[in-house]
């Protein structure tokens, strides 16, 4: 350890307060808290436990009872009735009714999210239910309702203009403390509808440092610790303060194309990136993952993942071949030219993840091993989509979640029917767009997702690296821990605290 990461660590450690002082579980990740606004922030007050959704998704995906209790559609599939669960009651004392169900959802679809996107013309309170209309059928509607954006909050916690202005949900857990960008604070709600949470107040805290992150870990000063670097992983695998604990989930490290890029615009092109990637190396000796990803969706999305498509390859001897046949012919220092152009591109990453920055150093090695010249600029993760929105992307290393909608053909209609900002840039596929409506309508299945997979997989679009892991460093005096997969919460309520 460096010098001034051990002195940090001796002071952390010195200055850690008695184990879980005050009986608050602390919470530590990366992303901050922008406002009460849920289309921008709503995932810390779900994940957290203060703000609940009409469905939910168990750890396989499959849709489950949130605030409703069940559903049902019409013959046609243009009506959908919600049943609204009895007995709940908002953190400010007032019920929680069918009247402030469809206020929220009114006010979430007006807004930029994945509601908008819906082929949803109305939202209206019935009796003891929510009936949801729609212009067309839309099979996938109940895993929309799951999604943060959508969760239901007080009319108190809206302004005259529909914006988020306070956090006044229906979960486990109630604020007492909003400081956006960096902190919350929550206690056990006593008027829960649902089992009471074990520990009785947490805090949620955004902390930019990877580094910092894993110190307060080590030393106890955090009790859950989210977004560590593979280093930092190994590190604390063998300490005494901290367990830490893994599962797959569904998000995707992948790259990001500009296909309307003249050195990018052909699949071979495209194809001769993804063959320059030794997707286990990086895997095994970056993020410490047991395997890299031979298709775009990982096995734990279930029906998109497809067996039986052919994996993608590392080979440098066919992607300099592909490369060639397009004209590109090797310059003085090995760099690739065609007609007076170099071919140099621009990575755009992130630090947010701090394994990006990692595998974008490792891609730039093996990209020049081709002939490709790579430039990498690590920046804010906003920057993909406004340089998506200008045009002036050549290459984004993301990390994709398809759990936000438990459903994943919510994100692959975000991101390819026809484009989405971290999905598809200049590139467009007619056939693609169809298979997934059919599937979101809910007359497409197996074959509409395997399909979509296949010529995702030819086209590459995007170019997928790894499937990712959760991993999360968890005080030693913690009892009770469980990863959801899916992302949607961070299971406080199910924790016990040593005594």
Do not use: C
Not at 38 to 48: K, L, N
Not at 291 to 307: I, K, M, N, R
């Amino acid at each position: 350890m460096r010098p001034i990461l051990a002195l940090a660590a001796a002071t952390l450690i010195a200055a850690a307060p008695p184990l879980f002082a005050d009986d608050t579980l602390d919470v530590i990740a990366q992303f901050e808290i922008q406002s009460a606004e849920p289309s921008t922030s709503g995932y810390i007050f779900t994940r957290m436990g203060v703000a609940e959704t009409l469905t939910n998704a168990d750890p396989q995906g499959a849709i489950i009872p949130g605030l409703a209790t069940e559903w049902s559609t019409s013959g046609d599939g243009l009506a959908w009735t919600f049943a609204v669960r009895n007995g709940v009651t908002f953190h400010d004392g007032t019920a929680m009714t069918a009247e402030a169900i469809a206020n929220a959802l009114n006010i979430a679809r007006a807004k930029p999210g994945p509601l908008a996107k819906t082929p949803v013309t109305g939202v209206e309170p019935g009796d003891e239910t929510v009936v949801i209309t729609l212009s067309e059928p839309f099979a996938a509607l109940p895993a929309y309702l799951a999604h943060y954006s959508a969760q239901i909050l007080a009319p108190a916690a809206y302004a005259a203009d529909g914006a988020g202005v306070e956090v006044i949900g229906t979960g486990p857990y109630r604020i007492t403390d909003l400081a956006p960008p960096l902190s919350l604070k929550a206690v056990a709600f006593a008027d829960y509808w649902g089992t009471a949470p074990n520990v009785p107040k947490v805090s949620y805290a955004a902390v930019s440092r990877v580094e910092t992150r894993a110190l307060m870990a080590e030393s106890g000063e955090a009790d859950f610790v989210f977004g560590l670097d593979p280093a930092s992983v190994a590190r604390l695998g063998m300490s005494d303060a901290a367990t830490v604990h893994s599962v797959a989930i569904p998000r995707t490290l992948m790259i990001k194309v500009n296909a309307g890029h003249p050195a990018l615009s052909a699949p071979e092109a495209r194809q001769a990136l993804s063959l320059a990637i030794d997707r286990e190396g990086i895997a095994r000796d970056v993020l410490r993952y047991p395997e890299g990803a031979t298709q775009l969706f990982p096995p734990s999305v279930g029906d998109w993942h497809d067996d039986s498509l052919t994996p993608l390859a590392y080979d440098s001897e066919a992607a300099k071949a592909l490369l060639s046949g397009l004209g590109w012919t090797a310059g003085s220092d090995g760099i690739l030219t065609r007609e007076g152009e170099r071919l140099a591109l621009t990575l755009t990453t992130y630090p947010d993840r701090p394994e990006l920055p990692l595998v974008a150093a490792v891609l730039e090695q093996q990209f020049r091993a081709i002939g490709v010249e790579l430039t990498i600029d690590t920046t804010n993760s906003s920057e993909i989509t406004s340089r998506h929105a200008d045009g002036s992307l050549d290459l984004g290393l993301i990390a994709r979640n398809f759990g936000l909608i438990p459903d994943p053909v919510g994100t692959v209609l975000s991101d390819y029917a026809p484009t989405g900002d971290w999905g598809a840039m200049g590139w467009q596929n007619d056939e693609i767009v169809e298979l997934a409506r059919s599937v979101g309508r809910g007359d497409g299945g197996d074959e509409e997702r395997a399909r979509i997979a296949a010529i995702l997989q030819t086209e590459l679009p995007i170019i997928p690296i790894a499937w990712y892991r959760q991993t999360l460093a968890v005080a030693k005096g913690v009892e009770g821990t469980v990863i959801d997969p899916w992302e949607r919460t961070f299971g406080l309520p199910d924790l016990k605290l040593a005594q």
